[in-house]
């Protein structure tokens, strides 16, 4: 009987390297990125209503995600977000540990002069200075600006807020002057950004804060209430979107102003957080 043809397989003329190696006839799955926009918008849903569980659980979804996909950027974009999401609610060994290991991606990835990479440096900076370790954020606010004022395509929002971040770090760290620089570039771009007043007040009050802590609260007196009022004046101005963003920067103004005694000014603005929240005031 004539002996039926066969095809050729693998074993055929690939010699394993010992009987128990099976690796050349694996085959690599391909990369499923995750849905970065999606991720994104559904993210600003939650925090628009203080929803940080169902932040933190979305975030984790997609972060198995993105790892199951073999996804290294959609990893990044996530780990970033959890980052700030644990700083803002003060669990330091979650944000240090999740900064890490985007710290680890930025290498991987070879992002290390990039803006994202930079913005993932801000990201730790931000993270270490917050949980008290400012000395140690310095080199990396530096690195991170050098990056940031070399790309000219880089939004005024975000040179804004790493200025501003800077500068808290080097507050912290007894560098008034450098701090009142940046804080002066702050305002200055900040200007150029469509809908910036809010983030120019937090700057205004960080000055009032960098006032107190060089010269005493009352040497100071005077240069803090002139703070006060350029935040009040921008968070009052007509015409500014009363969203999310608006209702985060009035929940965290508010403590600095009843800090100082304005505590109608404080009292206003958390009224007006929780009316978009959609709580009670």
Avoid at 145 to 167: F, H, I
Avoid at 182 to 208: C, D, F, H, I, Q
Avoid at 225 to 245: K, M, S, T, V
Avoid at 246 to 259: H, I, L
């Amino acid at each position: 009987m004539k002996e039926k043809r066969r095809f050729m397989e693998p074993e055929d003329y690939i010699d394993p390297a010992c009987p128990f190696c099976t690796e050349q006839y694996e085959k690599t799955p391909p990369v499923r990125s995750i849905p970065a926009d999606r991720v994104i918008k559904k993210l600003d849903e939650h925090l628009s209503r203080s929803d940080y569980a169902a932040a933190e659980r979305h975030l984790l979804y997609w972060l198995a995600e993105a790892e199951a996909g073999r996804d290294p950027r959609g990893e990044f974009l996530v780990r970033g977000e959890l980052v700030g999401l644990y700083r803002k609610l003060g669990r330091e060994k979650d944000s240090l540990g999740q900064s890490e290991k985007t710290m680890e991606l930025v290498a991987r990835l070879g992002m290390e002069n990039g803006a994202d990479g930079a913005t993932a440096m801000i990201n730790r900076a931000t993270a270490l200075k917050a949980f008290g370790h400012a000395k140690e954020s310095l080199p990396l606010f530096e690195k991170a600006r050098a990056v940031y004022e070399s790309s000219p395509a880089l939004r005024p929002e975000m040179l804004g807020g790493l200025y501003n971040n800077y500068a808290l770090a080097l507050t912290d760290a007894g560098r008034f002057a450098e701090a009142r620089a940046l804080y002066e570039k702050a305002l200055s771009v900040m200007e150029k950004a469509e809908n910036g007043e809010p983030e120019r007040a937090v700057t205004w009050l960080n000055l009032a804060d960098l006032e107190t802590a060089e010269n005493g609260p009352e040497a100071a007196e005077e240069a803090v209430a002139r703070c006060l009022g350029e935040a009040e004046a921008l968070l009052d101005r007509p015409g500014i979107p009363r969203d999310g963003n608006y209702a985060f920067v009035c929940e965290k103004c508010a403590p600095t102003f009843a800090y100082y005694g304005w505590f109608m000014t404080a009292r206003d603005l958390r009224r007006r957080a929780a009316e978009i929240y959609g709580g009670e005031s």
